[in-house]
């Protein structure tokens, strides 16, 4: 009886220790430090966007749907102790409401709100009759529900921040006024115009609350190592540029639509 005692005393002590270090997690930065919260953070844009915060001495809180399949950002954490990779999939209301919960009193100046459903290549020339309900319905889901709802639940953290950033990656494929004047990418189209819908909308909010809310493009990126697209540009220079965007965007550019290369405004 003695010896099951003890075996489980030491059970319930490993429990608290796993506790422990998971919800102290977010405390280790060094809040002295400026912090980002990046979605999509396992590759392409989002894992840069991770790397170039990183070497500029952000707290970068690095989420993705598969932590241990996101092989270069776990090798990069490794080696840069101011990246936590956290358990995001920006559709899970759990996953959303845990990290919400683990990172409560973290102040967040950026919300960097980068995950999002892309079209195949061809499946991106598909006609109208040819749209798939069920992947229309996942890029609603993806790019503009789940977005709304990561902000929804961080919105208290970036208000803590002196100057508090809520960036949304849209297309140019959303612009009545920009995008290109054939028929394609319904579902990615109609997904991103309803994203810039939201954000819109919600600068009103943000004004008050001395927050900065943008949609921005990217450009068109080439997002597969090793090829050449016409009219690509690679993805340092598309996030390179979108860094200087975002470090000097002002309260007049809340809740506008704007571009990477020099942070001019998009027609909606």
Request: aromatic share 8%; net charge negative.
């Amino acid at each position: 009886m003695q010896n099951q005692n003890k075996k489980n005393y030491g059970i319930a002590l490993f429990l608290i220790l796993i506790g422990f270090t998971f919800n102290s997690h977010g405390d280790e930065f060094d809040n002295e430090q400026p912090t980002v919260l990046i979605t999509g953070s396992n590759r392409n844009i989002g894992l840069e966007f991770v790397k170039e915060f990183s070497k500029r001495n952000w707290n970068v809180i690095a989420t993705t749907r598969r932590p241990d399949d996101a092989k270069e950002l776990n090798k990069f954490a490794a080696k840069n102790n101011n990246v936590n990779i956290e358990l995001l999939d920006i559709t899970n209301n759990q996953d959303i409401s845990n990290l919400a919960s683990k990172y409560q009193n973290q102040t967040i100046d950026i919300l960097l709100n980068n995950a999002g459903l892309t079209p195949r290549y061809l499946s991106a020339f598909r006609r109208l009759s040819a749209v798939e309900e069920d992947i229309a319905r996942e890029s609603f889901e993806i790019n503009a529900l789940g977005t709304m709802k990561v902000i929804q639940a961080f919105m208290s953290n970036v208000e803590q921040s002196d100057n508090g950033k809520i960036i949304a990656l849209s297309s140019k494929a959303s612009s009545f006024g920009e995008r290109l004047k054939v028929p394609m990418m319904y579902s990615y189209a109609m997904s991103k115009a309803a994203l810039n819908s939201m954000i819109y909308s919600l600068s009103f909010e943000t004004k008050k609350k001395n927050i900065i809310v943008i949609s921005l493009s990217p450009g068109m990126v080439n997002t597969t190592p090793g090829t050449s697209l016409m009219g690509a540009i690679e993805i340092d220079e598309s996030v390179t540029k979108m860094m200087v965007v975002i470090e000097n965007l002002t309260m007049e550019q809340n809740g506008l639509f704007l571009d990477y290369e020099d942070g001019r405004t998009i027609d909606w």
